[in-house]
């Protein structure tokens, strides 16, 4: 298999893992389950009740990586491009897509791991991170942080328990 193809097929494993994860938050266990155990046959059926699914893959940011039911824009990567970098991109990508008149996405985060990994990580503006704990503050802080992507998903299901998500 050429390298190419190789890259894209991990980064296709590594976004349906994401969507795994994401629907453990946004959908009932019941469909998380038949999902989980369904054949090839009916997976897709379940899938299509889902609230979480990969985006459509293409140029031009019509879509996130993950479209979920909250106020999150995804960016997903594995290897070694800067998270910066890919932060900015779903930051960007994001407000293309609301000037477009698209669905307004109010939040970015990068969720990545590295080459060699096992390891996933959350990127996003701490002004997002502070909004989503529920921490107001005067100043608008442009600072980007990063966590543990699974603590990120605790912070999800806060979010969604507010009704912010």
């Not at 699914?53 to 019509?62: C, I, K, L, M, P």
Request: hydrophobic share 35%.
């Amino acid at each position: 298999m050429a390298a190419g193809r190789r890259s894209k097929a991990k980064g296709r494993v590594f976004e349906r893992q994401i969507a795994r994860e994401l629907r453990a938050v946004y959908d009932t266990p019941e469909l998380c389950a038949r999902i989980a155990a369904a054949t090839n046959a009916d997976r897709k059926k379940h899938m299509s009740e889902s609230s979480v699914r990969r985006g459509e893959q293409g140029r031009n940011a019509h879509e996130p990586d993950i479209v979920a039911p909250c106020p999150w824009w995804f960016e997903l990567h594995t290897g070694t491009q800067s998270l910066g970098k890919k932060l900015e991109q779903a930051r960007d990508d994001a407000e293309l897509h609301h000037r477009r008149g698209g669905r307004r996405w109010t939040k970015a985060v990068a969720v990545h791991r590295a080459k060699g990994s096992q390891n996933i990580t959350a990127s996003m503006m701490l002004s997002d991170l502070l909004k989503t704990i529920g921490v107001t503050s005067r100043l608008d802080i442009e600072m980007p942080v990063t966590v543990d992507f699974y603590d990120f998903l605790e912070l999800l299901r806060l979010e969604k328990e507010r009704g912010q998500g």
